[in-house]
């Protein structure tokens, strides 16, 4: 076992990060350094201060990260219409490079030699923040506790907490939850309990960000979204910075049952998962970003993005936004964005959201082209014909030669 | 202009294509033999046949090509998970290779030298249908009327009939709609009309197919689709032929309200195109088929597919479905398909379709190593650390040598 | 016809692109801009200008277009080591954007409403330079004589010469070689004769910039290539132009009986075509920009441009360098290249070019880690048995459940 | 240490494998079973018998798995010119998934719970040995000794020898070689010794298998490659098994000087490694399978093969060659490859292979259609015209409203 002087620990101020500070002093012997952030989840993090102050912590911190976490890390990976398994939007993994950045700079300015996490050995989040960590400071010596103690059970740690008097607060609705949750402002997720097995229904009572579309209202609502270079700056002419807008964007669609997903998806190391996730106003924002995108980017660059974009998501997925191969992917899809610019109107309605309208100073859209009436002569027919003369030359030829399509 | 013997025609009985076969005549002086197809359009096809005789059409033929369609063209396509630019199902593009097919084997049987068709020069199904027909019979000539002729106007057109003494049904409701409009067992398609400004929202009654989720049903609809090989072969346990499957699907769609969609696309031939378009059976079978896909497919099968497809969409859209490029993805895709069994249940509700549950004979899905219980040793949570280790090898390797990558 | 004011051509000085000058005024009464630009092909270029002048054309525009040509398009191609089709460096493809950008910007200065040149409606080069005029200057007439006129054959030339007095140089060695043949800084192609049979081998006598390897000097040529930011900078120590770089390389190149090949190859009309090429300082260049990446790059990043190199090669080969996928494309090589720095030592000898040694401040070789002797800790092997068992886990789950792979 | 009773040992025969034997059974208390493959390293294999007896070994596999290896591994890799990172053509990697399957066929006919093998921890082979065993049994154990134990000096190996008595053979040749080498019947491999330092050349005597380019004959040989869907079957005629076949080639090759390598490579641990490698035939084949794709590929046939080999390369230099992924993009390669038929005649001259011939009944290379000459109407070049004005036209609509590309 490695010599550890100093940890900074990415405490949520909960049952099982408190265990964590504690088991580090007792098991390493070192100073425990929190770091706690609000990046959305919807609970105060301030009381985090006092928690840690009583396990003996000196070092706290605590930041608002919403506008970063929205501005530097979500939009720049909606330019992508970033889904991953054709269905995720990622809410969880966005959220873990801004984590793991942040511990790397709160170890530079205490000198901690080493970062900590609560995330199990068997999920994607411990390799986010690992990978993370180790691509920002390659010196870094990571401690991930859920693989090393032996407290594998909830029994286990409740036992641990007597032991060693830590305060468990048994008012904590969020701990009484038969899931295991996540929450930023993407999104909130759930896993474990009953959706271990895919073939039983969520319960309705899990899903705490949106109502059922059942219970949505009877009349739709529409907003209209701006956009400038790919990013979304207004909510019906109203500008606001981008963490607001994305709040705002959450309860409109949670209002109107929007932004559910129940699915089976891949994990990076190696098994499949059953998880369940509300992302209402991401999936308001993919939708409209599409359409933006619909009027102003090119063809070939639309195909190229939407050919590239399972890759993206996949390295988000797995953790490594903190690379040079995610920059290199990000430097072609902000290229394509300058001419993004726009408004799109929305329809939310009982659990779906439609376009219904878009326009922009920077649109492709050429009516007199398009149109199905006269175009005086912006457009000449008979061109066609060449176009798909050539175009077949190869399989003419193919065919003259005796190939067999059918 | 080459000498022209006998023409088979794309003949939907409409005023359009009923002036071409006359326009054929006169111009080409040609024998013009007629081919209507019933792919679930929704209308009668057996009438075409007294219209056809009444312009002195002697070859008439008349096929019901539903099944076929949804088997050896809908299907396949769908076990791709298959969507152009992000939204679009390929309602219309799919069904244009059966046709070119069964024009050009209804050349073989009756010695025609040429196919005809009623698409204008400014849309992608001239190019698929000549496509097509080229990639099948090399030597085959194509004549496209709305390329050549001066009938550029439906006032031009209406004179032509008076002239020619066509009779024109001025009953048929669908000529009356401001909207062109197609319609297969996949989907029915809108174009022109007020949708050519991307900003107005398409009218409520333009709508065919689906009521709207407004007025659907205020209880859910559950249904169970079973999968064999990545195709769906029953609902509720009812086995049914393809075409019988997809027909229900739309039905089931259509009563609550699901697969309407308003986009902007891009066409092969250069230009955007607004379009709407109802898909309801396709749209719970997209969903359907990716939950299934989601406990039985290997992940990097799944990424691999997911990556190819844009391609895939691409190739149908632009009219390759007869192309070797095709068929070599097609294997690829079908190889990966022979695991995909199994059911899901899925939930119909006010426009939404969600998969709530899952199961197969074939699941990969674990629930002893997935589990957030004690899982007795399957999964070795110290495995993570070399894994993370070493995926951050050559990061750190790279930060120790200075690089940068905030 | 429409009407044609003022034509800018991209003129030779050849009989060909002179004929072109004439059958311009004379068919379209219009004036003649003549644009000749030497891009290296190892003709004199001044002597267009008389030719010019006798055939009556009053604007006469003569380029030295050399440093631009490989600063801005030959270095920029070969970040991102661009082959088409496994074999062709693509010596043609990379010099036509940049004469289009010089037709059109010729256009805008002389007010010309029309481009013309000499290339035929068969290959790709028609389409490399409209495509880039039709995308710089949306207005643009193309007149392209090849596709219009009937002197499709050489006896039909001369007789047009006679008549009309054109002066025609008997002399030329090029125009009695039975090789259609191009040539610019980077390559120079053959085609036609006795090429048009696949099966029979080129005469030795054709290749004119090389020597055969069994030519070549006994002993090797050893030189040390250096490099800033992905694109060469000097040979040797000496730093030089790009134009002068490239010029040099093929020097050493040809003298060693470098970069020829023979292919058939893909045209983007549709049909096979034969061509063989000396390309002897871009083989060199391919190379030792390959090693020097072989040290700087990520590994991620090295793959992620072998992914996207295919495509960025075809949208060159096919004309799209003014596009804004390309741009997309190469804001992602460019990225990729800031590391990429450092020098390649390479042995030339008899036809083959070898990269023998690389080194770099940027180098991420890390003999420490790489070491077979002991590496006082730098890795730990341990770690390999997490790395695998987590890699394995999809596929252990899969056989587990009687997925069989042989 | 969990419970091991007996083990399957891929066996060389030399000094490490042999202390492996003794090691296994020492330290697990198991009975150890040896497998030894002649796969064409050019040693003799029957004498690891005696050598393996002398250690006590009761069940002992020597097999000639040199035509299954080029047949089922080798040829179906060259279908689709496969080459990692442009450069390496996979020598190594490509044994590995044999070796494997074998391993695991052998412990079911002995009733071994145990693999074992002689690659060490930090490269690739230990990953291809594993990944493959684990696919293949998803129960199976592996011991790795290099991983585990503390000889991590050819000092203290030669110590162990000595206490347990292995004999040493002083005369073996390739013990004495600075270098680490791999051999078998694509290629062998250098790394380690002078190669450790990326600018140091290669020593000329390292190279075994090919003469130096300095040293091979001074008139260049010719040879005919006959293709059978996709496969060499044939040289000038003569057919041949795979295996003879490949080693005819490298005879070929290597007389010529053909087929040397020196590059540093990404293993799939993290690091950067320096490696050398001959592989005489392989290079001829390559360039061999490209010539005869070239004229009986279709296009965008041959384009997306371009397209997925980095990614296929990539999986079979990982390890995942049994793998569903793997074999989807088999079936796709292998659809391709029915038509690639015929002969290619090839120059091979001082290092430098040339492809001078091609034919093929299946060619599509039409020399009607591709002549400079009169081409009797096969094509009209008027067609270009609309080809390039549609490909042109959303580029033209971009510039039409003031996109800039310049």
Redesign the interface.
Known sequence: MSKIDKVVLAYSGGLDTSVIVRWLQDTYGCEVVTFTADIGQGEEVEPARAKAQALGVKEIYIDDLREEFVRDFVFPMFRA?TIY???YLLGTSIARPLIA?RLIEIANETGADTISHGA???GND??RF??GA??????IKVI?P??EWDL??REKLMQYCEQHKIPVDFSNKKKKSPY?MDANLLHISY??GVL???????EEDMWRWSVS??AAP?Q?TYITLAFEKGDPVAIDGERMSPATLLEKLNKLGGAN?IG???????RY??????GCYETPGGTILMKAH??IE??TL???????K??LM??YA?LIYNG?W????R???Q??I???QA?VNGEV?L?L????V??????SA??????R??????DAGA???????????????????????G?D??
Chains 1, 2, 3, 4 share one sequence.
């Open positions: 219409n398994e054709g269905e950045k199990t050995g068997k411990q390799v690992e990978l180790y691509a920002l400071k390659p010196g991930a859920w693989r594998t059970s295991s896993e474990g271990e097995e895919p073939w039983a229904e969520a579309p059942e009877d739709p049952g559910r997903l129940d699915i089976v998806e891949n190391v190696g098994m499949k998962s059953r599409r359409a619909s009027i090119d063809r070939e660059v639309a195909h190229l939407d050919e399972p890759r996949k490594y903190w690379s040079p191969e920059r290199m992917l430097a072609a902000d290229e394509s001419v109107r329809k309605y009982k659990g779906s439609s376009a219904v309208g878009r326009r920077d649109s492709l859209f050429d009516e082209i398009a149109t199905f009436e006269d457009y000449n027919q008979k061109d066609a014909e060449g176009f798909i003369k050539l175009n077949a030359l190869r399989l003419r030829i193919a065919a003259g030669k190939r399509l059918i």
